[in-house]
């Protein structure tokens, strides 16, 4: 089913594959990664009743479209897709990155003809989003999802699991199943990712 059109405030999502431009140097493993990528995301869409998107070559654009819930619920929401497509990804060796803010979000449906298709994406949300991912800092790392920090928000985010506040992001760890792993979790990704410098 086709994505409908939207047009209100809502958390949006950026992500991508990281490391993609490195992966084309093997055309083999760069269709593979598209094809996990777009395969995990139609998947875990279909059973999502909350969360839209869509996904366009090497990334995907999400945002709640159950705008109805709290913000608290409609973060939760996102972020449970998010670690879904993330865990998916990660048992083919593919790592993303994951920007999300809040705010205003259009997507239109156009008329499209043979050959071509308009789908107009746009708003303030979907800016940040993709420009934190692209060149927010400090530069986000493979498999880290985080969210911006906005004086919109009214959600007490001590409330959601695995979010912690650095800077003027708040980093969801969806790669440990308590908060009480996320230090050794941080320790060790530290060291693997020096490692591969040595």
Not at 41 to 59: A, H, K, P
Not at 117 to 126: F, L, M, R, T, V
Request: with cysteine; charged share 25%; proline share 2%.
């Amino acid at each position: 089913m086709p994505v409908q059109d939207f047009h209100e405030n809502t958390f949006v999502a950026f992500t991508d594959i990281s490391g993609f431009k490195e992966m084309m140097k093997n055309k083999k493993q760069a269709v593979k990664a598209l094809d996990r990528l777009n395969q995990a995301g139609f998947n875990i869409l279909q059973q999502s009743n909350d969360v839209n998107g869509f996904f366009i070559s090497d990334c995907g654009i999400l945002f709640v479209r159950n705008i109805n819930r709290s913000m608290k619920e409609q973060l939760s929401s996102i972020l449970e897709v998010v670690e879904k497509i993330n865990r998916r990804l990660l048992t083919d060796n593919i790592m993303l990155t994951t920007s999300i803010a809040y705010g205003q979000f259009s997507y239109h449906q156009r008329i499209e003809f043979e050959g071509i298709e308009k789908n107009p994406i746009y708003g303030n949300a979907y800016v940040a989003a993709f420009l934190d991912n692209e060149n927010g800092k400090p530069k986000i790392q493979p498999g880290q999802c985080r969210i911006l920090e906005n004086e919109n928000y009214q959600i007490d985010f001590k409330s959601i699991n695995r979010l912690i506040k650095r800077g003027n992001h708040y980093y969801f760890y969806w790669m440990v199943n308590h908060e009480n792993e996320i230090n050794q979790f941080e320790n060790d990704y530290k060291d693997t990712y020096n490692l591969s410098f040595a």
